[in-house]
């Protein structure tokens, strides 16, 4: 969606959560954008990005998250609106700049915008990152729907020029990747005038005296949170049951009371402010309850700092009986969803029927039309040659050595698709960072190999540093980038080496290779797709020691595909193919796994999907018996 | 569901997981499942196929499950002393160059059109290869004493399912394997030719390999031997150098299967060649069956190979080597069964 024209101002239009948080951003003249790609937030900066070619702004990936909020920093203390994108994780990294600069304060409006990833289904953690709101002593926004969303993105624009501190707004996937009818408002002209004023430093000292006056600024904003909007009561009169819901939970939470019937027994107050808390609010409508349910994603955040409010006013409240996370009504990890809330009014309130319905009627819509479906890599993926080589070579090297991961679409190594090749993953870099110290433990008696796996944008992000350690102490350490010239598992966004920025200029690759070898590590370069050759070198390189990398280098296949395809047509030679009789064990649908390839049970026989063979080739050199042939396309 | 062992579970179980596995090769480069990679037989996968054939060729798993076999002696068969008279056979031959001489006298003649050899290594262990000059037999003269999986080349073969009349060159492990590829008529007897070496062990490359890097040599070797005791030593010579090491620093090379093997002289080869204890630049030559007398006979007559009697001292000695092997072997087969780890 073009949201950046301004034809579409004031009209309504189908917008997805991310989307209407890039406009809200516009509409609230942000001049600078900066994030790093991370499910589910990466459609903000990509929808800036875009604007940027047509309105006078700056957007741009950086190559971490610490780094985008620094970039956004420079220009809020020049006086400019600047935005800044992660995910949960991101948040982590960026955390360290985040709780100083909320010291030292900003100036022009500065949104930090998180997406989390309740139930982590494209991450490799859950994690509720709305804490940092309470660690760094700033406003946390919860929008529950996209035309919320772009209210709350302006709104959050003007709180933090009012408190001149960070706001942060907090969506999910849910709303981040939800699409709705939203009202826009108006483009602004973009006009600025970026100034440092050289009298007014940013620092974090006295540091005493500035965490004093950080406090402040949020007890201001929240005087702002008890009068706002965004924090509301639904039911008509007082009620003795009260769910307290934020975000999505919310939008859940009034669809299940309204399908159940539950509005003359049940209230609900919606929280958009999570923190600091509306506690007149709070106190007022939680006066005359006797039963508090808290619905929030993920943590009970706003179930405790309600619960210590109640407390502090015990005087003058009713007791009370509260469920949610805290007291496992709502069970302790994963996404607070429609069938979690309902299920439970339905057991409380006695209306089983209510909630056996709603299951059957999800069963029968589903039944028969989802198979099974494991995670996998696509036909034609580099990294399914890369992991298959690296399986060779330490079968070949025979000291049960392992691989530790890192996050990518190549952590998928831990599954069939790379062979369960990868033993550990964690956070960006973080592979890294532990090889560093498996490749010191020889010293103390350790002598299985380890083989480092991380993708070429995860190599800017946070390798960078623990590879630096493995060179400086000189850890033996055998890294091998999966470098796909792409953030590919975020949607191909570019990154220091593609020589693109988020903008679409040209700018000079950085040299993975040019890098490492100047820091003196041996470097070699391996085609995925030549399987063989490449187990060799990994296994070779498997017997040296110090620091050394190679770069598997091969492009994204989803990438190859929009650039010109692949070279082969392949076919399966029935002949050859051996089927049952084969001593295979049916190898390459088995082991091998490319989605390409099928087991044709009628024929006996393995077969090419030709619906979603890519053609790469590399299944040719799988076979036992050269049955999977490389044809002209 | 399974109640039996699959041939894998059986041959990786009780063979390769053991530290039994000699690197014969037989099982190498059929499936893709079984690799052979520098002195080791290693698992690509795991194989979930009921019967199979690795566990069927296998002379390990043979010797475990129907004990020692084919003794030698009580075979029959004759003993003699030979080389080969060429200069080019002799070169770079071990001692006399009778294996190299009739390898390329049956490729040269066209009774064999491959011979399953083994190469030099270099970058990585030796390994098989499939040989068809007679130039290339004579450039691959020599033992490298650790196993080379060599059989995977003549595999290579079988699975192509071309007829093939071949010649094997191998240690009487693989003597045994190809026996046990004729029992199941994989190939038939009528189409390989098998020459044994004499064997008392065979050492594993990446240990023999560390052990030599500590002794100083820092090159791929271009011939080893170890001369008849009471010398006890190695002796390793290449390009930089020649060098003596104790023969009992290297035994923690060898190979922990090369026990198990009840077989000096390769009972199940058509001709078997060792060394000629005392006597500089001959072989022993053990001739099992009709095809390999009338071979000898033939080479003696062209004037390829020089045949005598073989000296009593030298009989003697053998025999009494090979009847020790036979002995230790069968204990410690015994050994395994009581511990109950077969
Ligand atoms: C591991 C090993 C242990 C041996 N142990 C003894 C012993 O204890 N007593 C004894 O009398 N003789 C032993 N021999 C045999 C001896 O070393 C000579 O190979 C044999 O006498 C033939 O000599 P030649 O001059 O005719 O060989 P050549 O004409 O030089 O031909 C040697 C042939 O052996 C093949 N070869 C080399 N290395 C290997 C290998 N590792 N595996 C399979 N084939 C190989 C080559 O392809 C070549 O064709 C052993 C050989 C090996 C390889």
């Known amino acids: 969606m073009e949201i950046y024209r301004r034809e579409l101002d004031n009209s309504k239009v189908l917008l997805q959560g991310n989307e209407a948080i890039a406009r809200g951003a516009l509409e609230a003249n942000v001049v600078f954008g900066a994030g790093y790609p991370g499910n589910p937030s990466s459609e903000i900066i990509e929808t800036l990005a875009e604007a940027a070619k047509s309105l006078p702004i700056y957007v741009e990936w950086s190559t971490n998250e610490k780094v985008a909020l620094e970039a956004a920093t420079a220009a809020s203390f020049s006086g400019l609106r600047s935005i800044v994108t992660m995910k949960q994780n991101g948040l982590n990294v960026a955390s360290d700049f985040l709780t100083n600069l909320t010291l030292s304060g900003t100036k022009g409006g500065l949104v930090l915008v998180t997406c989390d990833d309740p139930s982590g289904i494209s991450s490799t953690n859950e994690e509720d990152a709305r804490w940092f709101s309470r660690l760094a002593d700033v406003p946390l926004l919860e929008p529950s729907t996209p035309q919320e969303a772009l209210h709350m993105v302006k709104d959050a624009f003007w709180l933090s020029e009012q408190i001149q501190n960070v706001v942060i707004l907090r969506s999910i996937s849910r709303l981040s990747h939800t699409r709705a009818d939203v009202k826009l408002g108006t483009l602004p002209d973009f006009r600025v005038r970026p100034y440092f004023d050289p009298k007014v430093p940013f620092h974090t000292f006295p540091i005493v005296p500035k965490h004093q006056r950080r406090h402040e600024k949020l007890r201001k904003a929240k005087e702002w949170a008890e009068a706002c909007p965004y924090n509301e009561y639904f039911g008509n009169t007082e009620k003795d049951f009260v769910i307290v819901s934020s975000g999505c939970a919310f939008l859940y939470a009034y669809e299940a009371v309204e399908d159940l019937g539950l509005w003359d027994q049940v209230g609900i107050l919606k929280i958009g402010v999570s923190y600091p808390l509306p506690e007149r609010l709070i106190l007022d409508t939680l006066k005359s309850a006797s039963k508090v349910l808290f619905l929030e994603d993920v943590d009970p955040f706003i179930e405790e700092g309600v619960m210590a409010l109640l407390s502090a006013h015990a005087n003058g409240v009713k007791p009370k009986e509260f469920f949610g996370r805290n007291s496992s009504h709502i069970p302790v990890a994963g996404e607070t969803n429609p069938y979690l809330i309902r299920r439970f009014l339905s057991d409380y309130f006695g209306k089983d029927l209510a909630y056996g319905e709603f299951r059957n009627r999800i069963q029968k819509l589903l039944e028969g039309k989802v198979p099974p479906r494991e995670f996998g890599f696509c036909p034609g993926c580099p990294h399914r040659g890369t992991y298959y080589a690296i399986k060779k070579a330490l079968a070949w090297d025979h000291r049960e050595g392992f691989v530790s991961g890192d996050i990518g679409c190549y952590t998928m190594g831990i599954w069939p698709t790379g062979f369960n090749m990868v033993k550990s993953v964690h956070a960006m870099g973080s592979g890294v960072g532990l090889s560093s110290g498996y490749g010191k433990l020889k010293e103390l008696g350790f002598g299985q190999p380890v083989v480092t796996v991380c993708g070429d944008s995860t190599f800017f992000h946070a390798a960078l540093p623990a590879i630096v350690n493995a060179k400086f102490n000189n850890s033996d350490m055998l890294l091998i980038v999966l470098d796909n010239s792409a953030t590919a598992m975020t949607g191909f966004q570019p990154h220091p080496g593609t020589g693109k920025t988020a903008m679409g200029s040209i700018t000079e690759p950085v040299s993975i290779e040019g890098i490492c070898r100047s820091m003196g590590m041996e470097v070699e370069v391996i085609d995925p797709y030549e399987i063989e050759e490449s187990a060799q070198l990994i296994y070779e390189f498997l017997q040296k020691s110090g620091p050394r990398l190679i770069v598997a280098r091969r492009k994204c296949a989803l990438v190859q595909g929009r650039e010109g395809g692949f070279p082969f047509r392949m076919r399966v030679n029935e002949e050859r193919c051996r089927g049952e009789e084969c001593g295979c064990g049916r190898y390459c649908t088995r082991v091998f796994r490319c989605p390409g390839l099928v087991y044709e049970n009628k024929k006996k026989k393995a077969m090419i999907d030709e619906v979603i063979c890519v053609g790469c080739g590399i299944c040719a050199s799988i076979c036992p018996m050269g049955a999977v042939e490389r044809g002209e396309r | ?342």
């Open chain 2, 1 to 342: 569901m399974q109640d039996h062992k699959s041939a894998f579970e059986a041959i990786y179980g009780e063979v390769i997981s053991q530290g039994l596995c000699v690197a014969c090769g037989a099982c190498v480069g059929y499936c893709p499942y079984l690799e052979y990679k520098d002195g080791k037989v290693v698992i690509i996968d795991s194989c979930k196929v009921g019967t199979g054939r690795c566990e069927a060729v296998c002379p390990q798993m043979d010797i475990l499950r129907n004990g020692p076999g084919k003794a030698a002696l009580e075979e029959g068969g004759g003993y003699f002393l030979s080389k080969a008279l060429p200069k080019e056979f002799t070169k770079n031959a071990q001692y006399g160059g009778v294996v190299s001489a009739m390898v390329s006298y049956l490729l040269s003649t066209g009774r064999a059109e491959k011979a399953v050899l083994t190469d030099r290594g270099g970058k990585g262990s030796p390994k098989g290869v499939l040989v068809h000059s007679p130039l290339e037999v004579i450039s691959l003269g020599g033992s490298r004493y650790t196993a080379s999986a060599s059989l995977s080349a003549l595999n290579r073969l079988l699975k192509d399912g071309q007829p093939q009349r071949v010649v094997v060159v191998g240690l009487p492990c693989q003597m045994r394997a190809v026996s046990l590829m004729e029992k199941r008529s994989e190939i038939r007897s009528e189409q390989v030719f098998k020459i044994g070496l004499f064997c008392t062990w065979a050492m594993e490359y990446r240990e023999m390999s560390k052990l030599l890097e500590k002794e100083g040599v820092l090159e791929t070797p271009i011939r080893f031997d170890i001369p008849p005791p009471p010398k006890n030593i190695f002796l390793v010579e290449g390009q930089r150098g020649k060098w003596e090491i104790p023969l009992d620093r290297m035994r923690v090379a060898i190979q922990k299967g090369c026990a198990l093997c009840p077989d000096m002289t390769g009972s199940y080869a058509d001709i078997s060649v060792g060394a000629a204890e005392g006597i500089e630049g001959h072989n022993t030559v053990c001739v099992r069956d009709t095809r390999g007398f009338e071979l000898l006979e033939e080479l003696t007559q062209k004037g390829i190979l020089k045949v005598e009697a073989l000296p009593e001292a030298n009989l003697s000695h053998l025999k009494t080597a090979i009847k020790n092997k036979r002995e230790r072997a069968t204990t410690k087969l015994k050994e395994r069964v009581s511990h109950g780890d077969i």
